[in-house]
T-cell receptor
Framework: DGGITQSPKYLFRKEGQNVTLSCEQN?????MYWYRQDPGQGLRLIYY???????QKGDIAEGYSVSREKKESFPLTVTSAQKNPTAFYLC??????????????FGDGTRLSIL | SQKIEQNSEALNIQEGKTATLTCNYT??????LQWYRQDPGRGPVFLLL?????KEKRKERLKVTFDTTLKQSLFHITASQPADSATYLC?????????FGTGTRLQVTL
């Protein structure tokens, strides 16, 4: 079955450490996204990518970095500069960004906590 | 700035009744609006999309309306079942990206 796989499901980070969250899709989608979800808040867009080797900052990109070297993969690095990284991180994909409205397909998230 | 409002209080209804969830938005005019379902610890799942020139969209027991004058979308689930219990997110789409509301939790009891 096609879908989005996020790993790990739970991740713990020590102070001052960078961590990378994995996101892989086999839907052949062009666009991929990273969101952060906190209790009582809507999903907030961190980064998105419309095509390989290109990505754009979302609303809360500070303290995060991404890469898009392959169509299927869009890893997110939470750097030590992100002062409040504890959250539920969701990766999504859609066929095309900006042309008509496309449903987004989500993975089941990674919950990041600080030790 | 753009704002999306969904009722933060949980909606509790009895099995078999119709659940109605509200999504209000301000300071922009989305051309599309999507609705998603999210279960605890899982990612959202797409349910329905409605365009600004569509007043209503149906899919099985689900119905969505989109009133661009009131800046509001209503999401209805008819003949509710306990399996419908989840958080429902609305996501208006402006120029390009989706903006998600905080969601309304629906609890359907026997």
């Amino acid at each position: 079955d096609g879908g989005i796989t996020q790993s790990p499901k739970y991740l713990f980070r020590k102070e001052g450490q960078n961590v990378t969250l994995s996101c892989e899709q086999n839907l052949n989608h062009d666009a991929m996204y990273w969101y952060r979800q906190d209790p009582g808040q809507g999903l907030r867009l961190i980064y998105y990518s419309q095509i390989v080797n290109d990505f754009q900052k979302g609303d809360i990109a500070e303290g995060y970095s991404v890469s898009r070297e392959k169509k299927e993969s869009f890893p997110l690095t939470v750097t030590s500069a992100q002062k409040n990284p504890t959250a539920f991180y969701l990766c999504a994909s859609s066929p095309v960004l900006g042309v008509e409205s496309q449903p987004q397909h989500f993975g089941d998230g990674t919950r990041l906590s600080i030790l | 700035s753009q704002k999306i409002e969904q009722n933060s209080e949980a909606l509790n209804i009895q099995e078999g009744k119709t659940a109605t969830l509200t999504c209000n938005y301000t300071n922009y005019s989305p051309a599309y609006l999507q609705w998603y379902r999210q279960d605890p610890g899982r990612g959202p799942v797409f349910l329905l999309l409605i365009r600004e020139n569509e007043k209503e969209k149906r899919k099985e027991r689900l119905k969505v309306t989109f009133d661009t004058t009131l800046k509001q979308s209503l999401f209805h689930i008819t003949a509710s079942q306990p399996a419908d219990s989840a958080t429902y997110l609305c996501a208006p789409q402006g120029a390009s990206k989706l903006t998600f509301g905080t969601g309304t939790r629906l609890q359907v009891t026997l």
